[in-house]
């Protein structure tokens, strides 16, 4: 199975707003990925999808350059040197479970008015629902109920240890809070997986 890297594509000003309130409102790292693949993406054949992305070395390359490129530079050592060890968390399983469109469109939703928000910057449902038309209208370009999408269980990238007092082993991204939420969005040969953390 081969990938190829879109994150180019997502170079606009209502994707950035989006991903940048969610950072605003759950104190979030928020990131977005973009790529196609050489098979048609579908309910029964997602899973084996995601994780072949997931274990590609496309993903830890796309994960590096999102952190840098929304100036966070978490997920890799600042004297530029590679990471001592893989992003990806061994035995993780990403179970992934089907959300319909209208589900998707309220967990955007939840992300901006009721996730835990520690500096209490919610945003007002007019203002969420205008910040989540916009992404996703960028996204899709036409109607998003011809898209599918699907929760993934955020056990794939190594947790900060905050919410257990574990050592964190680094480089980490999840958080172990109902923060962490991974999203992964598909049609055709086309997919997104939408990232989210946070901590107080």
Same mark, same amino acid.
Do not use: K
């Given at each position: 199975m081969r990938f190829t890297g879109l994150s180019d594509d997502l170079d606009r000003p209502a994707v950035d707003a989006f991903l940048s309130a969610v950072d605003t409102t759950m104190n979030s790292n928020t990131l977005l990925l973009k790529v196609s693949t050489d098979v048609p993406i579908t309910a029964g054949n997602r899973q084996q999808v995601l994780h072949a992305y997931l274990r590609s070395s496309l993903f830890e390359e796309m994960m590096l350059a999102a952190d840098r490129d929304r100036d966070w530079c978490n997920l890799s050592d600042f004297d530029g040197h590679h990471n001592e060890r893989?992003?990806?968390?061994?035995?993780?399983?990403?179970?992934? +479970? +089907?959300?319909?469109?209208?589900?998707?469109?309220?967990?955007?939703? *939840?992300?901006?008015?009721?996730?835990? +928000?520690? /500096?209490?910057?919610?945003?007002?449902?007019?203002?969420?629902?205008?910040?989540?038309?916009?992404?996703?209208?960028?996204?899709?370009?036409?109607?998003?109920?011809? *898209?599918?999408?699907? +929760?993934?269980?955020?056990?794939?990238?190594?947790?900060?240890? /905050?919410?257990?007092?574990?050592?964190?082993?680094?480089?980490?991204?999840?958080?172990?809070?109902?923060?962490?939420?991974?999203?992964?969005?598909?049609?055709?040969?086309?997919? /997104?997986?939408l990232l989210t953390n946070g901590s107080p």
């Open positions: 893989p992003l990806l968390r061994d035995g993780f399983l990403a179970a992934t +479970s +089907s959300l319909s469109y209208a589900g998707f469109r309220a967990r955007l939703r *939840w992300m901006l008015c009721e996730a835990f +928000s520690p /500096y209490m910057t919610h945003y007002t449902d007019a203002d969420a629902e205008r910040l989540a038309h916009d992404f996703t209208q960028e996204l899709f370009s036409q109607d998003g109920s011809t *898209w599918m999408v699907a +929760s993934v269980e955020p056990d794939f990238l190594r947790p900060s240890g /905050y919410f257990n007092g574990e050592e964190p082993v680094r480089p980490v991204y999840f958080d172990g809070s109902d923060s962490d939420t991974a999203t992964f969005i598909h049609r055709d040969r086309t997919c /997104y997986l």
